[in-house]
């Protein structure tokens, strides 16, 4: 029996080793610069490079300093990733793949960071008229645009279907 390699599967796995590899490239130069970045750099108007340790979720949902929550954090984002892959394998399309590839390694950037640090690391601040979007990476922003992407997909997929002949392959 020849086992055939998942069609897309070497596709999206590139996009989450770009997306883990920009995130903890971009993390490494925030933590070189922490001194500057504990007080704040204003690059432009609207937006900030900063420093904030994220022990929680999404916009800091979830803290806690106590250990449990660190490791409940890990174990949650190693079996979602563990479930992206196994996604992945499936993929239909090079948009789904490269999607959950961004996910993938969003999701790894920021469990590399539980792991070394016990926190993620953020450092981008967006903010108008002193509301400020909560400090985000580019993990996050890697986790939002394969989102986007899947949601592109399937929102693409019933025109591709009704513009490709019943039967013929797509």
């Known amino acids: 029996m020849v086992v055939r390699p998942r069609r897309f599967l070497v596709w999206g796995l590139a996009f989450a080793a ?6 903890q490239t971009t993390k490494a ?11 704040g750099v204003e690059l432009l108007p609207f937006f900030d490079l900063v420093l904030v340790y994220n022990r929680g979720v999404t916009f800091g949902l979830l803290a806690s300093d106590h250990p449990a929550g660190r490791w409940l954090l ?9 479930g992206l892959l196994v996604w992945l394998t499936r993929a239909q399309s090079r948009t789904q793949a490269a999607a959950l590839g961004l996910i993938l390694g969003g999701a790894l950037g920021n469990l590399v960071d539980r792991l070394r640090h016990g926190a993620v ?7 108008v008229q002193g ?15 394969g989102v986007a992407l899947l949601l592109f997909g399937e929102l693409r997929a019933p025109a591709r279907a009704a513009a490709t002949p019943e039967g013929s392959p797509s």
Do not use: R
């Open 18 to 23: 770009l997306a883990l590899a920009v995130d």
């Open 29 to 39: 130069a925030a933590l070189a610069a922490a001194p500057a970045l504990a007080q």
């Open 74 to 82: 890990i174990l949650l984002t190693s079996a979602v990733s563990i």
């Open 121 to 127: 690391t953020d450092f981008l601040d967006f903010h």
């Open 131 to 145: 509301y400020h979007w909560p400090a985000f990476n580019l993990a996050d922003s890697g986790i939002v645009l």
